[in-house]
């Protein structure tokens, strides 16, 4: 963290400030809590409310707002701007330790590029390369003919098994196992026969795997992620999968075997995937909500079966009202049993006329 003047961090965030340019600021906050000498933002219009109760020195908001508030940053993307401000005061994550640790068990054939940081209790395979500035954090295990890209960031407790391929800038958060086998069984005479599970996994450029997360390895081939794909904590990636770029997957989300899904997707938490489905580029599919089926480019689903958002907003609606609707049909339902019974009545009177 650093100090910096409004004035500068407004120009550093590409910013029109509106407010003291001189006043320092060493901080960054959330809009209810930040201090006179922090930083906050807006990107959501439900705490629009705040700007102009914040305590905050400044506030970061979208270009075109119209509401309270002395000291604003408008940006063209007040998100993005926060971002920016957040890498300027603070910076990324910074190991606290470098070089090789000679602690580490580093197989004699394997090979590591200029500026690589080893902790204490790394296994490196044979045949392993690790390319260059990458950083391997304590008690990870990289397997052998494991290809990893410059830059990478492997934290504790990691498992990369052999074969797997990283790209650059990888980065996988720790108790995360990369190429497990996975779940295949021919089922013989009652019993499980385990399937060797040959293939590998492969993560391209810029991805980004949270904590706890199992991508399995293929029968054959690739289980593959594309470039720019991040992960929350706690999802399961089936093997033989293939997500595009740029996709989003947040906590507790999954997708089962051979299964392929376009770029620029997003699942939110808890939803899931059968395996062997296809699925377009820029879907989104909503929390809790289970796909079955093949879903076609830049469809929104919700819900179990996953349908089209917009149905599974009418049915939604609907079912709030079920219990208005049973008293309903429970007071039609009587008034036709009492129109049944006046007309048998009649019928019954008019015979006796007869």
Not at 69 to 76: A, K, Q
Not at 258 to 282: E, K, L, N, P, W
Request: one cysteine or more.
């Amino acid at each position: 963290m650093k100090e910096i003047t409004l004035g500068k961090l407004a120009e550093a965030i590409g910013g029109k400030l509106q407010g003291p340019a001189d006043l320092v600021v060493r901080g960054i906050a959330g809009i209810e809590v930040a201090k006179p000498d922090e930083v906050t933002f807006l990107s959501n219009v439900k705490y629009e409310r705040h700007v102009g109760e914040t305590d905050a020195a400044a506030v970061i908001v979208p270009a075109d707002y119209a509401g309270a508030g002395e000291s604003l940053i408008r940006c063209e993307d007040s998100y993005f701007a926060f971002r920016q401000a957040m890498v300027l005061m603070y910076g990324f994550r910074r190991a606290p330790f470098a070089g090789i640790d000679p602690r580490a068990s580093i197989d004699a054939s394997a090979e590591l590029g200029e500026g690589v940081n080893v902790g204490p209790f790394v296994f490196i395979g044979p045949r392993a390369k690790i390319g260059d500035s990458t950083t391997i954090y304590p008690g990870a295990y990289i397997g052998s003919d494991v290809r990893m890209g410059c830059d990478c960031e492997i934290f504790p407790s990691v498992t990369i098994y052999d074969g797997c391929i990283l790209g650059d800038r990888v980065r996988i958060h720790s108790g995360t196992a990369i190429g497990q086998d996975g779940f295949g069984y021919s089922t013989h005479k009652g019993v499980h026969e385990k399937i060797p599970e040959a293939g590998w996994v492969e993560l391209g450029d810029d991805v980004e795997i949270g904590s706890c997360c199992a991508i399995e390895r293929a029968t054959l081939g690739a289980t593959a992620i594309g470039a720019g794909t991040k992960f929350a904590d706690l999802i399961g990636i089936g093997h033989g999968t293939r997500l595009g770029k740029g996709c989003l997957m947040v906590s507790q989300s999954g997708i089962a075997g051979s299964t392929t899904v376009g770029d620029y997707c997003v699942f939110a938490a808890q939803s899931g995937m059968v395996g062997h489905i296809r699925v377009g580029d820029g879907v989104q599919v909503g929390a809790q909500s289970g796909v079955i089926n093949d879903i076609p480019a830049g469809l929104q689903v919700l819900g179990s079966p996953a349908i089209p958002l917009a149905e599974a907003r009418r049915q939604a609606v609907v079912a709030s009202k079920l219990p208005e609707i049973r008293l309903t049909i429970r007071d039609l339902s009587r008034q036709v049993e009492q129109l049944k019974a006046r007309l048998a009545e009649m019928e019954a009177g008019g015979d006796k006329g007869d």
